[in-house]
């Protein structure tokens, strides 16, 4: 955190703090920890070897016990014997690899005669000097290379038997594509991005005269009699690979209604048209090559691949057309399948038509994968695809392996690097209670009194729910066991720890006496994470029967301003409800410490802090020394705390379970309350999917600063459709976090930049980091330049403003300093300058609070005998 500390000595005092009693049980609460099931689950399926954070898995044709795993950061890895495995360094690029968002080792294949040539290729970037010496800076290139493996050893290439076939200059870090596939007529087939950025910003889709970008290539890697060669391009290492004779495009005079230059033409083309074609798949029964294109603004698609194909990027995207146009007379080939950006979906990574009878319901099925975390399914039969089934969700999925030999299934994780196995389990054990009533969760459902083993509790910052108001209980099992808490992070709970989630909905805004009960959630903790469930009310309101698996939809009359309307309402799938209820960000969600930090009616009346309370009944293994510097959420409406800190406060309670370091999302910007805004990667950051036009020139950021149209947060917020967030269970517009959103950005002139904004003003761009650096002092006043900008200071003007004082009072000491505005300010104490570790200061004055305007705090102190030292900690939101 950014943070400039003050250093002041003064008498000692003393706080003392006792916790005592235990907590509740859920007792009489009849939802079983694992309820019998049969469904598709993803286990771990080498738990003894360590994480490999994989973009690919690649398995060896005809091969029953090898895997390949492809790191991004330029190592390809093999697992063997795969019922007792090994992992074994296969290839190291890794001092060569540029390893940046998209960009890295991404491709991998062996030809299939390895066991005679000992040949196989890797896709993957790095930086390339300017040739012949003629100086100038290195600049990115994708790469396609040639190994040998080691005669002595099937499982390691050697690094010094390189030989590439391409070199392709690249302008930018992502659309790289980069899969290779062999078929059975002994071509590499290599698929390749569009270059980048949104739009197909450098002007490579729909071209076959250009450059390696937006296609699928087909070389003649073996140099087969009869085949040609390549035309010239800076690119092509000559005499590496001849272009089949019978390639699509070899001869061809004009491509997507325009001529093409002969000399230019790239005859190693197989079909065009692609944005990111990631991954691809042959099928084993059939040799059809499948494509799967990454979508941009709405829609991921899976591809029969044909010869000399055009699929429409960047006229079309799946099959929706721009509002460009689409130029008369061009014949595009539609997706097999394709699917929308919603319910967390984001971008389709691998998947392989499955055959055989390993899996009954998945034979001459296309099986697929999507970061998100949903796993898909679709039959094909007659070159047709049937309707979509999820059957499980793993968020960070990169990419699958089905090995046809024995039918199983593996995935590749990105976000965690576990490989995991899709398996289809009979679990045991009770069933799902198919009504409300018989869950055992309230003893009286009128009145939504629950059993006495659930707590109800508040949250500061409720996740936006369609204008729902709701209730909530939580309670644990009568084990012994406790909660292992956690400052900043997600807490640990024991095994049967459930919650209790109700929704109202008012069926005509403002008027409570319309209030209707919508639905009533579930989650239980369990060895696999969380399951849930949501059971949804009948029109009396006197029971609520189980959704299925599935989710449901249905719409709600509503009116809003005297006028009535339809209001869908999303009842989640149990798929569903794990996009959120993630690895990375839980998998318990609102239930942490700064959501439930908070001031509150507590049991028999009194007023108290709720989190206080819940250390007190001792449920945690590791209970907090008090509550200051605790961190607490901050409503929107809480104009106490500043605009900014609300703002932090609504994307970490609705944004943060995907948006936060190694979250399953394309967009790395970091929703996390414990990460600065300067550090989050939000304020004028590029987007990386442009939101705001089609082909307007005008760039997209995450936030841009004074500008609504160009800031894809607000953009998300505040328009309805298949982009809007949060995701998941939500169609309506949030007014309060629109109007919020609105001031902040294009309103809040009293916002601070950022740092390096600061020091730019402050000292131009050229300065030297002795003069501007965060740590330099110029004028030497002992306040860092991070101090000075943190307390709005000068950094060339020694005469210091913000200051705290301490005064002696009779017994006691009293320390005052200015609480500035949008900062947060921490005392701290140790009882020695040097060799102890400060502490926070456990004072009602000393609490989380980031204030919207200036005031000045006085902490009335006892006096003691013992010296103690204290200094303020003063950071960013």
């Given at each position: 955190?950014t ?10 005092f003393?706080?003392l703090?006792?916790?005592?009693g ?15 099931e ?12 360590p ?11 005809g ?14 890895y093999?697992?063997t014997n ?10 190291d ?12 080792l ?9 066991r ?16 012949g ?13 040639r ?15 390189e ?7 690249d302008?930018?870090?992502t659309?790289?594509?980069?899969d ?17 950025t ?46 089949p004779?019978?390639?699509?495009f ?8 325009k ?37 941009g ?12 194909g ?5 006229v079309y995207e ?15 080939l ?14 389709i ?16 099925h ?17 070159g ?8 499980a ?6 990419d699958l ?31 799902i ?5 018989e869950?055992?969760?309230f003893e ?9 083993s659930?707590?109800?509790y508040?949250?500061?910052?409720p996740?936006?729910s369609?204008?729902a108001e709701?209730?909530?209980w939580?309670?644990?099992p009568?084990?012994?066991?406790r ?28 008027h ?39 989710g ?27 996009v ?11 239930f ?10 507590l ?31 901050a409503?929107?409406?809480?104009t ?7 703002i932090?406060?609504y ?29 989050a ?11 705001v ?7 997209s ?32 517009l ?7 959103l ?8 009293r ?52 200051r ?48 919207s ?5 006085e ?9 103690v ?9």
């Open positions: 955190m943070q400039s500390t003050l250093i002041f000595l003064v008498t000692a003393a706080l703090a006792s916790v005592s235990r907590a509740g049980v859920p007792a009489g609460v009849l939802l079983p920890e694992l309820p019998a049969t469904r598709y689950v993803l286990e771990p399926a080498f738990p003894g070897l994480p490999v954070l994989a973009a690919g898995i690649v398995v060896p044709p091969e029953t016990n090898r895997l390949f795993l492809l790191s991004k950061s330029g190592v390809i093999a697992i795969l019922a007792a495995p090994d992992l074994t360094t296969v290839l690029l890794s001092s060569k690899t540029f390893d940046f968002s998209e960009s890295g991404v491709g991998f294949a062996l030809h299939p005669g390895w005679t040539n000992r040949e196989a290729y890797v896709y993957y970037a790095t930086f390339v000097s300017p040739a010496g003629t100086g100038g800076f290195p600049s990115l290139h994708q790469r396609l290379s190994f040998l493996l080691d005669p002595g050893d099937p499982n390691r290439l050697l690094p010094d038997t030989t590439p076939l391409i070199t392709q200059q302008n930018h870090e659309h790289n594509g980069g290779l596939q062999f078929r059975s007529d002994g071509y590499l087939y290599v698929s390749l991005g569009d270059g980048g949104g739009f197909d910003s450098f002007n490579n889709a729909q071209k076959i005269d250009g450059s390696f970008f937006s296609g699928i290539l087909r070389l003649d890697v073996d140099r087969r009699i009869g085949n040609l060669p390549p035309n010239p391009h800076p690119a092509v290492h000559e005499g590496t690979y001849l272009v004779a019978d390639n699509p070899v001869g061809a005079t004009a491509f997507a209604g001529s093409v230059n002969p000399a230019a033409l790239r005859t190693e083309f197989y079909a065009a048209g692609f944005r990111n074609p990631f991954r691809m798949s042959v099928d084993v029964q059939t040799g059809e090559l499948y494509s799967h294109d990454v979508g603004m709405r829609r991921e698609e899976v591809n029969r691949v044909q010869a000399g055009n699929y429409g990027w960047l799946g099959t929706l057309p721009w509002s460009f146009g689409v130029p008369p007379g061009v014949s595009y539609p997706p097999l399948m394709e699917y929308e950006h919603q319910q967390g979906r984001i971008a990574t691998g998947g392989a038509l499955i055959r055989g009878d390993a899996f009954p319901d998945l034979k001459d296309y099986l697929f994968t999507d970061l998100g975390g949903d796993i898909g399914t679709f039959p094909v039969a007659g047709q695809a049937g309707p979509i089934r999820w059957i969700n793993s968020p960070g999925t990169s392996a089905w090995i046809p030999e024995s039918g199983a299934i593996y995935l590749a994780n990105v976000t965690d690097g576990i490989v995991r196995r899709l398996l289809l389990r009979d679990r045991t054990g009770p069933p209670p198919p009504r409300l009533s869950t055992g969760i009286d459902l009128a009145t939504l009194r629950p059993v006495a659930l707590t109800e508040q949250v500061n910052v996740f936006w369609d204008y709701k209730r909530r939580f309670g644990m009568d084990t012994g066991e909660i292992a808490f956690s400052k900043h992070g997600s807490w640990e709970f024991p095994l049967g720890s459930t919650w209790v989630k109700h929704f109202d909905l008012e069926l005509e805004r403002g409570p006496e319309t209030r209707k009960r919508i639905e009533t959630r579930v989650i239980v903790r369990n060895s696999d994470g969380v399951w849930g469930a949501t059971y949804r009310w009948n029109a009396s309101g006197t029971d609520a029967d189980l959704v299925p698996p599935g449901l939809d249905e719409d709600l009359t509503v009116v809003e301003g005297g006028q009535q309307r339809i209001q869908r309402w999303r009842y989640p799938s149990r798929s569903e409800c794990l959120c209820h993630n690895a990375a960000g839980g998998p318990v969600l609102g942490h410490t700064a959501q439930l930090n908070l001031e509150m009616d049991a028999g009346g009194a007023r108290g802090n709720q989190l206080a309370a819940l250390i007190a009944r001792g449920i945690f293994v590791n209970p907090p020394e008090g509550l200051a510097t605790l961190p607490a959420l409503p929107l409406e809480d106490r705390w500043s605009l900014e800190y609300r932090k406060s994307l970490s309670a609705n944004c943060s379970y995907c948006h936060l370091p190694g979250g399953p999302t394309r967009a790395q910007w970091d929703a996390s309350l414990a990460t600065p805004l300067s550090r990667r939000i304020m004028d950051e590029l987007s990386l999917v442009n939101v036009d089609n082909l307007g020139g005008v760039e950021f995450i936030v841009k600063t004074g500008s609504l149209h160009q800031s894809a947060i607000y953009r998300r917020v505040s328009e309805s459709g298949l982009h809007h967030m949060p995701p998941i269970a939500t169609s309506e949030n007014p309060q976090a629109i109007q919020a609105t001031t902040w950005i294009a309103q809040d002139t916002r601070r930049p950022t740092l390096s904004q600061w020091q730019i003003d402050q000292f131009g761009t050229n300065a030297p980091v002795e003069l501007a650096g965060p740590n330099a002092d110029p004028d030497g006043d002992g306040l860092t330049n991070e101090g000075e900008f943190l307390l709005g200071e000068s950094p060339t003007d020694a005469s210091r403003e913000w705290a004082l301490i005064r002696s009072s009779g017994d006691r000491v009293v320390l005052t300093y200015p609480r500035l505005p949008n900062r947060r300010f921490e005392i701290q104490w140790s009882p020695a300058l040097k060799g102890a570790s400060w502490r926070p200061l456990d004072h009602p004055d000393n609490r989380w609070f980031v204030g305007v200036e005031a000045r705090v902490l009335s102190l006892p006096v003691e005998s013992t010296p030292f204290y200094r303020v900690e003063v950071s960013e939101p």
